[in-house]
């Protein structure tokens, strides 16, 4: 019998699975890692004294900024036209550290300098700013106070903010220099908004205008804050673990963002269970590139457990990640070297696209030996083998991500087989993980030792898991071999609910404690489980068949010329169709094939040929993934808009907001429908 990662218990309910635990906490489900630990200000001191002096937070100063002119040649009625274009570069230094002593005395300044400016115990501080050290620090000089923070993402858009601000009437937030000119434009309509902090460099006037516009609202920058809190020390004031930790609003596809009410004990419960699956992975040199938004609770959650653990962070950026990206200096990968990584599917898809095309661009007979050596290395994995005589032939591609990456996790959204698999062999393996922000991010994850593609591993030890029957579209918990249903978790790591929104509340979490994720999922024969669906993506076909637009996306997604992709689907078709953003790259090697480089990116995204090669790229992926033939595009169209949070048409956490997209592109989608039928 194959090994199992989960345990079955107590009584069978019709139309239900029975309930699964991890293997590791059958009797009892954890709620702290160690005892004593029951807060993230006690996870923070816990820290201290275990790795006092070790590196806590490495961060990189921006040196000098670079401005190049290139000439850009682009093709405007079939005319090539020189344009000169300027590209800012950033030149940064090398990493400054600060040990786990010296970041408790600087939140201990933070949390005393808030108190001096008037804020007590459960005061509401908005964090709107980018991912830092001293995002991280300013939160946990909030907590030093028991004071609750407030997630915003940066790109969360004015409108969003401004509801998050108001709904909680926070008195202080703490921000980014540049986002200044946002809390210009918002601060008046927070009437309870008194203190704004801000890290880095005011630019122009916008200090002056502030105080002009908002003579009531008092502007401190971070320094001036922890001076502030050196010149009147307090005592910590530390929280309960029933305490507020944080409201952590999420970019919803629709509406406002809603707040998630997220205790202390919450999150130090989470932190417990991957301390218990994860904790045999760790090494003593150990390292995270942060770069992903802290507004999000993936990245939330996996730094307090690297804080837990004694991991060094090393903060970076998207912008700066790579070589290309900065000027006389690397890129924070290669600067920083992480042992360990986290990231969603589309920094994956990303990487993956990026080695392939180098790969290819290569000699016929090194493009030979990187695909026999590939072939052979998945062959081993497969089996269980030692791989250490293959991976001289990835060497190159470890080199891209600094050479010691070990381990790397995936999640906020389904990754594709593909994708996981292809950076498993060629740079190491990639780990699955699934949760949502009402469960701290964790409800399944994949230790090294359940690696397999297509699961997101067994339930973490914190909650428990059961699945329930959506019998109108066959998910049901007698089907064989598979039981499949709804994912409902419970457990010390679930929200109570969402902030001034009970009936929301009531309507997600059941009378007996059981959030209703509204994905479909199906337990593995090892008590692993798998993301096969999401309820509100289903849409059934006019021939009676159910397809769910999220997976079919993670699959289509994979193909070289897609960097975006919504699928659409009417319920009065047979087949759906979709939206794409393709790689303008990628489209114009297809369109020297074929003789079309005279083309510009409007024209080649409207070009008959192109289009024909898109999608029978697309359909090649799907036939390899075994789709029905439901499953199966009817028709493609190419963009040329760039999706982004900024022009509403992906959330905050990089999710495409489908309804938006719907409607934007309407034309588009009844002329595919129309030309297919």
Known sequence: MEKQYSIPFGPETEGETRIRRSILSPNQLLNTPVEGVNTLYDVFQYSVKTHGTKNAFGTRKVEKIIEEEKEVTKIVNGEEKKEIKKWKFFQLSSYNWINYEEAAKITSQIGAGLVKLGLQKDAKVTIFASTSANWMLVTHGCFTQSMTIVTAYDTLGEEGLLHSMNE????????????????????????TLEHVIYDGEAKGNILDELKEKHPNLKLYTLDELKQLGKDNPIDSNPPSPDDLC??????????????VLLAHSNLVA????????????LQPDDSLLAYLPLAHVLEFTVEHVCIFWGVSLGYGTIRTLTDASVR????????????????????????????LSKVNAGSPALQRVFYAAFKAKGWLMSKG????????????IKQQ?????????????????????????????????????????????????????????SPVPCL???????????????NTPNPQGEILVRGPVITKGYYKNESLSKETINDDGWLQTGDIGEWHQNGT?????????????????????????????????????????????????????????????????KNLGNLDFEQLCANKEINSAVFQACLAQAKKADFKPAELLSAVSLVTDEWTAQNGLLTAAQKIKRKDLQQKYKAEIDRMYEKSS
């Open 246 to 259: 944080c409201i952590m609003y999420t970019s919803g596809s629709t509406g406002n963002p809603k707040g």
């Open 464 to 478: 428990e898991i059961k699945l329930v029957d959506v019998s109108e579209a066959g998910y049901k918990s007698t």
């Open 401 to 457: 991500t600094g050479g010691r990456l070990r381990y790397a996790l995936s999640g906020g959204a389904p990754i594709s087989k593909e994708t996981q698999e292809f950076l498993s062999i060629a740079l190491c393996p990639i780990l699955q993980g699934y949760g949502m922000t009402e469960s701290c991010g964790m409800c399944a994850v994949m230790p090294p030792e359940q690696f397999a593609y297509g699961t997101v591993g």
């Open 328 to 355: 006389n200096c690397l890129g924070d990968i290669n600067e920083f070297k992480p042992s360990l990584m986290t990231g969603v599917p589309a920094v994956w898809e990303s990487i993956r696209k990026g080695v």
């Open 168 to 191: 909680t009437e926070v008195h202080a937030l703490f921000t980014n220099a540049d986002l200044l000119p946002i809390i210009g434009r918002v601060a008046g309509k927070c009437s």
């Open 270 to 281: 989470a932190i417990s269970g991957i301390n218990k699956m994860l904790q045999t992975i």
């Open 385 to 396: 083998l030692p791989t250490r005589p293959l991976d001289i032939a990835f060497n190159k």
């Open 529 to 593: 489980l798998a993301i096969i669906d999401r309820k509100k993506n289903l849409v059934k076909l006019s021939h009676g068949e159910y397809i769910a637009l999220e997976r079919l996306e993670s699959v289509y997604k994979s193909t070289m010329f897609v960097s975006n992709i919504c699928v659409c689907a009417d319920s009065f078709q047979s087949r759906p169709v979709a939206l794409i953003y393709p790689f303008e790259d990628r489209l114009r090697e297809v369109a020297k094939e």
